[in-house]
């Protein structure tokens, strides 16, 4: 069903959005106006990966989600189409929206399906991305005529390709003409490889990973164990002048002390005893490229000596063998202990210290990462669903809830394997439903979560018997009280976890009946 706007008001609507928002949202804004539907989502072709960047009317973990073309029969069909792809009623191919609409409760499998391939104009009609179109109601799109919906689809794709265009020119011109090498986008959209999260802190880390990558310098990456150095040591790498040659993974914790220096710089055969073979080191081998060594906090003293030499001179000498060799190393690090404490204990070279962190980079713990555990968690469930082969996989709302709560002291690394644990036990409990649901008694972190209690609390009120705002009042009060008690009645704290203005709270409180003052 389609509203009284015309294509041209569309194409007018079009020219009027700020292409250096950096977002589609406006986009969706204007389509919708004219079609009207339940659900409507944008999607970058990245490899053969479909990413989500735009939505309305789906769960908001959708957006995390990374769809593969060949696993999902209705986007394959409309990638390898030209023209706009209505669904038949009767179509059997399973929609990767089942369940994950949000106009109505309950698992609702989507009935009118269509979709517009869109292609670009200038890059040998490249398909750059699909946009979808889903409603509950079977008739919604029968009066859509094809010829507007293909005057659409030339609107949109010309509109999503300049957008496109003026991301690329300013993610590579905001930090001068070190920044000029195109992104590897094969490489980053790569499982394990792009780094989900819209947080502020993690756009803080993204922007510095693309400042550091274009560089030479050392990278000291600091952060709790879990919370992904390692993906960002690979960023780094990718992002670089030496993204074509190898990164090389050292783990500095795994070494033993008497063979630390044999897979540093490599050995000659009979060097000593169990040598049988000439072997090439770490350095050796990252020669043009990036020796990633991570744990370097566990590097034993007499070794954190070699290593100072090598990053000083460049130079490797392989055991048992008289001659230096030069190689060209950058030397990304990685530790989730405090190096600068380690130094003052005289556990850690200062002048190594001072070496490694030419630019040090903070990692933030998962808690600190306001509402990226819900986008990871999204990527996680497809990542699992793949490998379980459940054709739909969804959370929860209380499981979404159960997640925002927890503390996540095991960080991105305990959100996938909960993850993965809960689906499978949703899977043996639910193996007869098209549509899989993880609920919070599938993730077995009730007992850990710190606010699981109080949250549980909340769901299961009765609220029958008041109205919208009464129970509204209820929520907030509680919400309020629970978190004063949580930062020991620590007004600004309770502001920042809530996610609102103190002095907002504050009056807030007041009107709710919460003695302010005292808790001053």
């Given at each position: 069903?389609?509203?009284?706007?015309?294509?041209?008001?569309?194409a007018?609507a079009l020219?009027?959005?700020?292409?250096?928002?950096?977002?589609?949202?406006?986009?969706?804004?204007?389509?919708?106006?004219?079609?009207?539907?339940?659900?409507?989502?944008?999607l970058?072709k990245?490899?053969?990966?479909?990413?989500?960047v735009?939505q309305?009317?789906l769960?908001?973990?959708?957006?995390?989600?990374?769809?593969e073309?060949?696993?999902?029969?209705?986007?394959?069909e409309?990638c390898?189409s030209?023209?706009?792809?209505?669904?038949?009623?009767?179509?059997?191919?399973p929609d990767?929206?089942?369940?994950l609409?949000?106009?109505r409760?309950?698992d609702?499998?989507?009935?009118?399906?269509?979709?517009?391939p869109?292609?670009?104009q200038?890059?040998?009609?490249?398909?750059?991305?699909?946009l979808t179109f889903?409603?509950?109601?079977?008739?919604?799109?029968?009066d859509?005529p094809?010829t507007?919906?293909?005057?659409?689809?030339?609107l949109?794709?010309a509109h999503?390709?300049?957008?496109?265009?003026?991301?690329?020119?300013?993610q590579?011109?905001?930090?001068?003409?070190?920044l000029?090498?195109?992104?590897?986008l094969e490489?980053?959209t790569?499982e394990g490889v792009?780094?989900?999260?819209?947080s502020?802190?993690?756009?803080?880390?993204?922007n510095?990973?693309?400042?550091?990558a274009?560089s030479?310098f050392?990278?000291?990456?600091?952060?709790?164990t879990g919370?992904?150095?390692?993906?960002?040591?690979?960023?780094?790498h990718?992002?670089?002048k030496r993204?074509?040659q190898?990164l090389?993974?050292?783990?500095?914790?795994s070494l033993?002390?008497?063979?630390?220096?044999s897979?540093f710089f490599g050995?000659?055969?009979?060097?000593?005893?169990?040598?049988?073979?000439?072997?090439?080191?770490?350095f050796q081998?990252a020669?043009?490229g990036?020796l990633f060594l991570?744990?370097?906090g566990?590097?034993p003293?007499?070794?954190?000596s070699?290593?100072?030499?090598?990053?000083?001179?460049g130079?490797?000498?392989?055991?048992?063998e008289?001659q230096?060799?030069?190689?060209?190393?950058r030397?990304?690090?990685?530790t989730?202990?405090?190096?600068?404490?380690e130094?003052?204990?005289?556990r850690?070279?200062?002048?190594l210290?001072?070496?490694?962190?030419?630019?040090p980079?903070?990692?933030?713990a998962?808690?600190?990462?306001?509402?990226?555990?819900?986008?990871?968690?999204?990527?996680?469930v497809?990542q699992?669903a793949?490998?379980l082969?459940i054709?739909?996989?969804?959370?929860?709302?209380?499981?979404q809830?159960?997640l925002?709560?927890?503390?996540?002291?095991?960080?991105?690394?305990?959100?996938?394997?909960?993850?993965?644990r809960?689906?499978?036990?949703?899977k043996?409990?639910?193996?007869?439903?098209k549509?899989?649901?993880?609920?919070?008694?599938?993730?077995?972190i009730?007992?850990?979560a710190?606010?699981?209690?109080t949250t549980t609390?909340l769901?299961?009120?009765?609220?029958?018997s008041?109205?919208l705002k009464?129970?509204?009042?209820a929520?907030?009060y509680?919400?309020?009280?629970?978190q004063?008690?949580?930062?020991?009645?620590?007004w600004?704290?309770?502001?920042?976890?809530l996610?609102?203005?103190r002095?907002?709270l504050?009056?807030?409180?007041?009107?709710?009946?919460?003695?302010v003052?005292?808790?001053l």
């Amino acid at each position: 069903m389609t509203s009284q706007k015309s294509i041209l008001d569309i194409a007018l609507a079009l020219a009027h959005v700020n292409p250096n928002k950096n977002d589609f949202s406006d986009l969706l804004s204007c389509i919708s106006e004219w079609i009207h539907c339940d659900a409507v989502a944008l999607l970058i072709k990245q490899g053969e990966t479909l990413k989500p960047v735009a939505q309305r009317g789906l769960s908001q973990d959708t957006l995390g989600r990374r769809f593969e073309i060949n696993e999902h029969p209705r986007l394959f069909e409309i990638c390898r189409s030209t023209q706009p792809l209505k669904f038949a009623k009767e179509c059997e191919l399973p929609d990767p929206y089942d369940g994950l609409l949000q106009s109505r409760e309950g698992d609702f499998p989507v009935h009118a399906c269509m979709g517009l391939p869109l292609y670009s104009q200038q890059q040998d009609s490249q398909l750059l991305a699909v946009l979808t179109f889903d409603s509950l109601n079977e008739y919604a799109f029968d009066d859509v005529p094809h010829t507007q919906l293909t005057q659409l689809m030339q609107l949109v794709a010309a509109h999503v390709e300049t957008l496109l265009t003026v991301q690329h020119y300013q993610q590579h011109a905001q930090h001068n003409h070190q920044l000029a090498q195109q992104l590897n986008l094969e490489a980053l959209t790569r499982e394990g490889v792009e780094i989900i999260g819209n947080s502020h802190c993690m756009q803080i880390l993204k922007n510095d990973i693309q400042l550091v990558a274009a560089s030479e310098f050392s990278v000291l990456i600091q952060g709790d164990t879990g919370v992904g150095k390692e993906l960002v040591a690979r960023n780094i790498h990718l992002n670089s002048k030496r993204r074509e040659q190898p990164l090389i993974h050292l783990n500095c914790a795994s070494l033993p002390e008497n063979l630390a220096e044999s897979e540093f710089f490599g050995h000659s055969k009979g060097a000593f005893t169990g040598a049988h073979s000439t072997r090439q080191g770490k350095f050796q081998l990252a020669d043009g490229g990036t020796l990633f060594l991570d744990e370097i906090g566990e590097l034993p003293l007499a070794m954190q000596s070699k290593l100072l030499r090598v990053l000083q001179s460049g130079e490797v000498q392989t055991v048992g063998e008289d001659q230096s060799r030069y190689v060209d190393v950058r030397v990304i690090a990685a530790t989730n202990r405090d190096l600068k404490q380690e130094v003052a204990e005289g556990r850690f070279r200062a002048d190594l210290y001072h070496r490694l962190r030419v630019y040090p980079l903070n990692v933030p713990a998962l808690k600190e990462r306001e509402n990226d555990v819900i986008l990871l968690a999204g990527f996680f469930v497809e990542q699992t669903a793949r490998k379980l082969a459940i054709k739909q996989l969804k959370l929860g709302i209380d499981t979404q809830i159960l997640l925002r709560q927890y503390d996540w002291p095991g960080n991105v690394r305990e959100l996938e394997h909960v993850i993965s644990r809960a689906a499978l036990k949703a899977k043996q409990q639910q193996w007869q439903q098209k549509i899989i649901t993880i609920e919070p008694l599938h993730c077995d972190i009730e007992k850990r979560a710190t606010n699981t209690h109080t949250t549980t609390q909340l769901i299961n009120t009765n609220t029958s018997s008041l109205s919208l705002k009464e129970a509204t009042d209820a929520f907030s009060y509680q919400m309020i009280m629970q978190q004063l008690e949580q930062h020991n009645l620590n007004w600004a704290a309770t502001a920042r976890t809530l996610k609102v203005d103190r002095a907002n709270l504050v009056r807030l409180a007041k009107r709710l009946g919460i003695n302010v003052k005292k808790s001053l």
